[in-house]
């Protein structure tokens, strides 16, 4: 099993920014299965939305939603990933989660969720 522990959430005026963070920690052969990490968000009365992710070789993507605003970075030797948020908006407000799996559509464990309020 792999635990994803997330910080960073909070709230923030319109055009702020927040910057996320997750790290993993579990067994090291768990640890080595995760190869892709990255950020889904959930408002209220909205779908889950897939905000970016970052594979270990640093293979990219974002949501065309948070494109030039949202940065994902990653630190593989401690088994960490960021979300930069920059310019943020009030739709932008949800909670954030964190997760990893092995697959760039597969994410087998999922943080506890942060919140960001973005204030207008």
């Known amino acids: 099993q792999v635990q994803l522990t997330e910080s960073g959430g909070g709230l923030v005026q319109d055009g702020g920014s927040l910057r996320l963070s997750c790290a993993a920690s579990?067994?090291?052969?768990?640890?080595?299965?995760?190869?892709?990490m990255g950020w889904y968000r959930q408002a209220p009365g909205k779908e889950r939305e897939l905000v970016a992710r970052?594979?270990?070789?640093?293979?990219?993507y974002y949501a065309d939603s948070v494109k030039g605003r949202f940065t994902v970075s990653r630190v593989n030797a401690n088994h960490t990933v960021y979300l930069q948020m920059t310019s943020l908006k009030p739709e932008d407000a949800a909670v954030y989660y964190c997760?990893?799996?092995?697959?760039?559509?597969?994410?087998?464990?999922w943080g506890q969720g942060t919140q960001v309020t973005v204030s207008s």
């Open positions: 970052i594979s270990r070789s640093g293979r990219i």
């Open positions: 997760v990893a799996g092995p697959l760039e559509h597969s994410f087998s464990y």
């Open positions: 579990g067994s090291t052969l768990s640890i080595f299965s995760v190869n892709v």
